[in-house]
């Protein structure tokens, strides 16, 4: 079955550094890599996808890259602020048909001044 | 913005009784899911519904579980008998093609005793 690993559980930078967040998977390629942050005790809020045969997307302060050969997602924040401090939940949508989400265990940022 | 909706935000139940939760999908998307996540682990996808029948389910939806959109807003999800093991975080999400990721509501924290 299809696994996914995020980088260590937590990540901690200081402000206005960029926060490099990563998700690995195994077998078989997505149609889309979605990614996803969330708050304690809230549902997952929708940031960024990233389609198989696209290589880098870009919104506002966010960027994320998609490697098909390494199986590899980088998800960056830009000039990071206290407000980013959330996890960050990677999730694979395999075949591109509004199937289900596969989630990887997230990792936990925080931003300190 | 339009919200998914999810009531009750909490919900402490005996083990051996019946609960249903309640979601009202964003009103022009017409696919509808399940996740739960336990405490501290990943979110996992329980269930998807696509034109009034489940499109995909897990093997965490067994036959304890059911769907039903009962009308045109509602989605509901019940387990007939609860286990202490379904205690969890239960979210509802829904989609629509065009957007890009899924609209999550802010979960049923479902306590079983």
């Known amino acids: 079955s299809q696994k996914i690993e995020q980088n260590s559980e937590a990540l901690n930078i200081q402000e206005g550094k960029t926060a490099t967040l990563t998700c690995n998977y195994t077998?078989?390629?997505?149609?889309?890599l979605q990614w996803y942050r969330q708050d304690p005790g809230r549902g997952p809020v929708f940031l960024l996808l990233i389609r198989e045969n696209e290589k880098e997307k870009r919104k506002e302060r966010l960027k994320v890259t998609f490697d098909t050969t390494l199986k590899q997602s980088l998800f960056h924040i830009t000039a990071s602020q206290p407000a980013d401090s959330a996890t960050y939940l990677c999730a694979l949508d395999l075949t591109g048909t509004a199937s289900k989400l596969t989630f990887g265990t997230g990792t936990r940022l925080q931003v300190t001044l | 913005e339009p919200e998914v909706t999810q009531t009750p935000s909490h919900q402490v139940t005996q083990m051996g009784q019946e609960v249903i939760l309640r979601c009202v999908p964003i009103?022009?998307?017409?696919?509808f899911y399940w996740y739960r996540q336990i405490l501290g682990q990943k979110v996992e996808f329980l269930v998807s519904?696509?034109?009034?029948?489940?499109?995909?389910k897990s093997e965490i939806f067994d036959d304890q579980f059911s769907v039903e959109r009962p009308d045109g807003s509602n989605f509901t999800l019940k387990i007939r008998s609860t286990k202490l093991e379904d205690s969890a975080m239960y979210f509802c999400a829904s989609f629509e093609r065009g957007y890009g990721g899924y609209t999550f509501g802010s979960g049923t924290r479902l306590t079983v005793v």
């Open positions: 009103s022009n998307h017409l696919y």
């Open positions: 519904f696509y034109n009034n029948e489940i499109s995909e």
């Open positions: 077998n078989y390629s997505p149609a889309y």
